[in-house]
């Protein structure tokens, strides 16, 4: 298995030397590349315009295949030559998951080979459910996509956040000492485990690959689909890692190569 790393960022710094070499230490072949878009696309205003018609303007309605506003364009074009940063735009992840899988050459497309993009900008999918879109930290698939804002964001804080919040009001410094108070109960931008908690959504996409299951129903396994940030802090930083079924899974699979 070669997994292919690209920094789709402008937002978090990720040590993607460090992500790299953890994904070695599984047993995958692993090359760290630039830009997703610069590497693939023939056009950057292309990818420009396609990423404004993705966007998510009600959380309840499916995206539109609408032409999107010139302003909308601009920004996108502003965030991919790295003058803007990518914050408060929306995205399909769907859309944009078959967006870029169609910009991979046919030679580059393999069960041998995952696509890993990170990327700082918001995503989410839309579900039949209750028919509207959820914020998501990892779309998976070809290419896997994981979002460093989606991190942040998807996993819900503490209840008692959201209560004290309510009470404290539009505050951003208030806000900020709420977040500080919490401390290690949530994830925030620029948190320094962030690198860490990427590991696990990474391994996620790898197993996914090879086994076509990403997710596990133990807690204390790093492939355990957490729904709140404390469930996600407690199951990437548990040891060990992995639960026993998942890591004997892995352990058969680095001997077959062998």
């Not at 959820?134 to 989606?150: E, W």
């Not at 690959?209 to 129903?217: N, P, V, Y």
């Not at 709140?228 to 060990?240: G, R, V, Y």
Request: glycine letters at 8%; charged letters at 30%; one cysteine or more.
């Amino acid at each position: 298995m070669k997994i292919f790393i690209y920094d789709e960022q402008g937002g978090e710094a990720v040590n993607f030397q460090e992500l790299a070499h953890y994904l070695k230490e599984k047993g995958a072949r692993v090359e760290v590349r630039g830009g997703f878009f610069s590497r693939f696309a023939h056009s950057l205003d292309d990818v420009a315009k396609s990423l404004a018609g993705m966007r998510i303007f009600d959380p309840t309605r499916k995206i539109a295949q609408e032409e999107p506003l010139y302003g909308e364009v601009k920004y996108e074009q502003r965030v991919l030559s790295s003058k803007a940063k990518a914050g408060g735009v929306l995205y399909d992840g769907i859309a944009l998951q078959s967006y870029m899988r169609s910009l991979l050459p046919r030679q580059e497309v393999s069960l041998e080979k995952l696509h890993l993009v990170i990327t700082s900008r918001m995503i989410a999918t839309f579900d039949e459910g209750d028919r509207r879109y959820h914020l998501r930290a990892i779309v998976l698939g070809y290419p896997a996509i994981i979002s460093t804002s989606g991190i942040v964001e998807a996993p819900a804080k503490p209840r008692e956040f959201y209560l004290q919040r309510r009470l404290l009001g539009e505050d951003p410094l208030a806000e900020a000492q709420l977040k500080q108070k919490f401390g290690q109960k949530i994830l925030d931008y620029g948190d320094v485990r962030m690198g860490d908690v990427i590991k696990g959504y990474a391994l996620q996409a790898l197993f996914y690959q090879l086994f076509g299951e990403a997710f596990c129903e133990d807690k204390r396994c790093r492939l355990y689909n957490a729904h709140w940030q404390e469930e996600l802090i407690e199951a990437q930083f548990s040891q060990p890692e992995l639960c026993p079924r998942h890591e004997s899974m892995l352990k058969q699979w680095k001997e077959k190569r062998r």
